[in-house]
């Protein structure tokens, strides 16, 4: 089975401009949560839906959108970027929001110039 | 609010011993639940045990297991038998506890650990 997939694996963006980033959870897990982890720091929430809905946000600016789609499959949206938004950006899907485990993809590099 | 410290911000070992990585917790939640995940240079984090709050026993799982004091709210993983494979950061997390609670993990800032052959 595939793992957690995420698109595309590395970007470079300029200041002001938008990005979109993909997930696509493991088979039949429900719950897609995204991460932030700027180099030499821990992973920081971001977002968590479940059943395409929003049930948990970070503490991060409204430049930062995300949806969930019917097939669970997930898209973080930042917009306005600046060069501190460059991090590496992870999804974690589970199969249910109280799961012990959360399985983690590649991640996103975004690079913002 | 969670927090989680990791004092450790490198850490060596020698091939087949034994190293243990600290890890202290703060939050107010009854409940919660401890993890800890590998993260190797592919920047994919990598689930390791988990030790829930009212668990009684010490996680175990292979050659890991968790070091749980719930009193001194810590939370160390010990890793026996240290491979090669093994270098690679190392991350403590929490998440509250209680069904239908929503998924955030608080993570601390890792421990590199180099396993030196």
């Known amino acids: 089975d595939a793992g957690v997939t995420q698109s595309p694996t590395h970007l470079i963006k300029t200041r002001g401009q938008h990005v979109t980033l993909r997930c696509s959870p493991i088979?039949?897990?429900?719950?897609v949560s995204w991460y932030q982890q700027v180099l030499g720091q821990g992973p920081q929430f971001i977002f968590q839906y479940y059943e395409k809905e929003e049930r948990g946000r970070g503490n991060f600016p409204d430049r930062f959108s995300a949806r969930q789609f019917p097939n669970y499959s997930s898209e973080l949206n930042v917009n306005a970027l600046l060069l501190g938004d460059s991090a590496l950006y992870l999804c974690?899907?589970?199969?249910?929001?109280?799961?012990?485990?959360?399985?983690f993809g590649q991640g996103t590099r975004l690079t913002v110039v | 609010a969670q927090k989680i410290t990791q004092t450790q911000p490198g850490m060596f070992v020698q091939e087949k011993e034994a190293v243990t990585l600290d890890c202290t917790y703060d939050t107010s939640d009854p409940s919660y639940g401890l993890f800890w995940y590998k993260q190797p240079s592919s920047g994919e984090m990598i689930f390791l045990i988990y030790q829930g709050s009212y668990d009684q026993q010490n996680a175990t799982e292979g050659r890991y297991s968790l070091n749980f004091q719930k009193a001194r709210k810590s939370a160390n993983l010990v890793i026996s038998a240290s491979q090669l494979g093994d270098s690679a950061m190392y991350f403590c997390a929490m998440r509250p506890g209680g069904g239908g609670s929503n998924y955030k993990l608080t993570f601390g800032k890792g421990t590199l650990l180099t396993v030196n052959p």
């Open positions: 088979s039949g897990h429900k719950s």
């Open positions: 974690a899907s589970s199969l249910y929001d109280w799961n012990t485990e959360a399985f």
